[in-house]
């Protein structure tokens, strides 16, 4: 078992470094498109922010690659039924073109009380998730945006998620978590996540401020997450255009990475709804093919999030405070995280 771990885990580094790899070219092949738009979004999670527990997620971090438009991307967005980017582009010309994205992250997830060494069957496992994303996004303008992704990645000890989560908490004087061995078994993942926000013209209130509402629905499939998703964010703000709102952790609402680097100032608040029909959580269903803690999860799950976002230049600095249902039978409370990112636009 301990060499099979230790493979799964070399597998797992190997497909970073892929990943890593994969964003290089993909940077230097949106250079040579002429377009300087690739945008690096760094991404933490935490339920540290606003909600001062550490419990359930309890912690996310992503680094996101998104290149400028790239033309066989656009070609093969095009042939995604529904995409139709070339119809897009005779009516608009300029760009729409598709995107390319890579990213790489992990997840942590615990039960409420860290410091009880024995399993607590009523509670959600203990459970990393490290991962590799790919994923295809088609920008129509300022009024639709679709995006395709592939998460592969790790569930179990190759995540190394407790490693991460002991040595944070011992370097900062934090409570010790002591149930790592009651974590789900090492497993491969898949998510293959599908998202569609298409905004309404902004409704103007004088010559300066907007307000737009941008509806999305989206789901994914897969031995990690399988589920339904819809939802609508009300934006408030100056400029709006060409921002779907920052980029989030799944699941959540869609996000994008896209900003306009020209202006030299701008923001904007907003608040939204997400809700899901989940079919599938490994992290509360526990391991597919192997028997694991796991709790009986909520079929429906909603998340009411504020928040704003801050461009200076080619920076882009986003909060969203994040208010999530309860997701099992037996939790005794909702959560709240909070979610922060911060882009830049090369």
């Known amino acids: 078992m301990h060499c099979m771990s230790a493979f799964i885990s070399r597998a797992f580094g190997l497909m970073c470094a892929l990943a890593v790899f994969w964003m290089v070219c993909a940077c230097t092949v949106s250079a040579k498109a002429e377009d300087p738009g690739s945008i690096c979004s760094l991404l933490l999670e935490n339920d540290l922010f606003g909600g001062s527990t550490d419990r359930h997620f309890t912690h996310g971090t992503r680094i996101e690659w998104l290149t400028g438009p790239i033309d066989w991307i656009t070609r093969l967005a095009d042939a995604i039924p529904g995409f139709d980017i070339e119809r897009a582009m005779e009516l608009h010309k300029k760009g729409l073109r598709a995107r390319w994205s890579v990213s790489l992250g992990q997840n942590i997830y615990t039960p409420e009380d860290i410091e009880e060494p024995e399993l607590i069957p009523t509670d959600r496992p203990y459970a990393g998730w490290s991962y590799a ?65 298409n905004r309404f013209e902004p409704l103007h209130w004088d010559h300066w401020i907007k307000t737009d509402v941008i509806p999305h629905l989206g789901g994914c499939v897969g031995n990690i997450y399988t589920y339904a998703s819809a939802g609508l964010t009300l934006r408030v703000g100056p400029y709006l255009k060409q921002d779907f709102g920052p980029p989030r952790i799944r699941p959540s609402l869609p996000g994008s ?4 680097g020209e202006k030299n100032f701008n923001w904007y608040v907003f608040a939204a709804l997400d809700g899901r029909m989940m079919a599938r959580n490994i992290f509360l269903d526990g391991n597919t093919f192997r028997d694991s803690p796991s709790v009986d999860k909520k079929p429906i799950v909603g998340d009411v999030q504020v928040g704003a976002a801050v461009q200076l230049y080619r920076f882009r600095l986003a909060y969203t405070q994040v208010y999530r249902t309860m997701e099992f039978k037996g939790q005794d409370k909702p959560d709240n995280f909070g979610a922060l990112s911060l882009s830049y636009q090369f």
Request: aromatic share 12%.
């Open 257 to 260: 990475g896209l900003f306009d």
């Open 133 to 197: 994303g790919f994923g295809l996004v088609a920008y129509q303008g300022s009024a639709r945006v679709d995006k395709v992704e592939l998460e592969i990645g790790m569930v179990g000890p190759a995540s190394h998620a407790e490693t991460v989560q002991t040595q944070w908490h011992e370097s900062f004087g934090l409570r010790e978590p002591r149930g790592w061995d009651h974590q789900l078994h090492d497993e491969p993942g898949v998510a293959l996540f599908y998202e569609m926000s």
